[in-house]
């Protein structure tokens, strides 16, 4: 597989973490797509068509256009990994999407939508017709940059409390708490939660779960033994059993099962373990 990422320039950089383009290579499987409290539109290049499995059940099979938005998800959702033959994505910062594509990010919580539902028909269509006709991958990726810059929207501002509670919790979830965060930001619990749900997708409790979550898969992916005891420490879980809770509650998977099926992974599309 041919894994590209680029880091876009300001000031699109402040809402955009990466645009993607994986080609080729990929296997005949499924993929669990582990959360990341972020959102995603993804661009497939070979075919007008996404299709998105139910966590448990790949039956209850959902099918978009070939452009669609991956909202803020709480849990794991399954993709065939063969349309990863020739897919473009960009992976939005945190609160960042809400920017671009011009919808509350709360609006899309675990949940694909087509793009065009969100920037309309013409649109959508034409973006990926101009991407599928680009000569080269640089292009696309310049084509891509250019197009989110041309909808950064002057009329919709980001609630200054949402960066400042980003920037609390840290990249780990592991920083203030959430009421701690609301009273240094000068707002009350409940509308901090409300603020913060709306730009981000997820709850501040559910959000700051999920990047301790994320936290473990990264380290999980460098190195093969892994002391779980040790691990739930240094993550900030209360204990072993709490860590395999959570790794239940966010990935369907226990966290035996899931060092198997990451080590099983070419990992080169983070966040995806494949279907044993």
């Given amino acids: 597989m041919l894994y590209l990422s680029y880091t876009p320039r300001p000031p699109l950089s402040e809402f955009v973490e990466r645009i993607w383009l994986a080609v080729d290579g990929q296997l005949p499987r ?9 959102i995603e539109l993804v661009v497939n290049l070979r ?33 065939d990994a063969m349309q990863h033959a020739a897919m473009m994505g960009v992976h939005f910062r ?17 949940m ?21 006709a680009a000569a080269t991958h640089r292009e696309r990726f310049q084509l891509l940059e250019a197009v989110l810059v041309g909808r950064l929207r002057s009329t919709v501002r ?27 930001a000068g707002l009350s619990h409940r509308r901090f939660i409300t603020v913060f749900t ?10 700051c779960r999920v990047l301790r979550f994320q936290r ?14 040790q691990m739930a420490l240094a993550c900030g879980y209360f204990d072993q059993s709490h860590l395999a ?21 070419l990992n080169l599309l983070r966040n995806h373990i494949a279907i044993r």
């Fill in 30 to 38: 499924k993929d669990r797509i582990l959360p990341s409290g972020t």
């Fill in 47 to 79: 075919e007008d068509r996404v299709r998105i499995d139910g966590a448990t059940d790949s039956t209850r099979a959902r099918m978009f256009s070939g452009v669609a938005v991956s909202g803020t998800y709480s849990g794991v959702f399954i993709v």
């Fill in 94 to 110: 945190p609160g960042g999407a809400f920017v671009v594509l011009g919808v509350p990010s709360g609006d899309l919580t675990d």
């Fill in 112 to 132: 694909h939508v087509d793009l065009a539902a969100l920037w309309g028909e013409a649109a959508a269509r034409e973006l990926r017709e101009r991407l599928c």
């Fill in 158 to 184: 980001r609630h200054p409390v949402v960066p400042f509670a980003l920037e609390r919790f840290g990249p780990s979830g592991l920083g203030a708490s959430v009421r701690e965060a609301a009273r240094q």
């Fill in 198 to 207: 709306a730009e981000v997708g997820l709850t501040p409790k559910l959000f």
């Fill in 216 to 229: 473990v898969h990264a380290l999980a992916q460098r190195t093969g033994h892994i002391d779980w005891a």
């Fill in 245 to 265: 809770n959570e790794f239940r509650t966010l990935s369907g998977l226990s966290p035996t099962e899931y060092l198997r099926d990451v080590q099983d992974t």
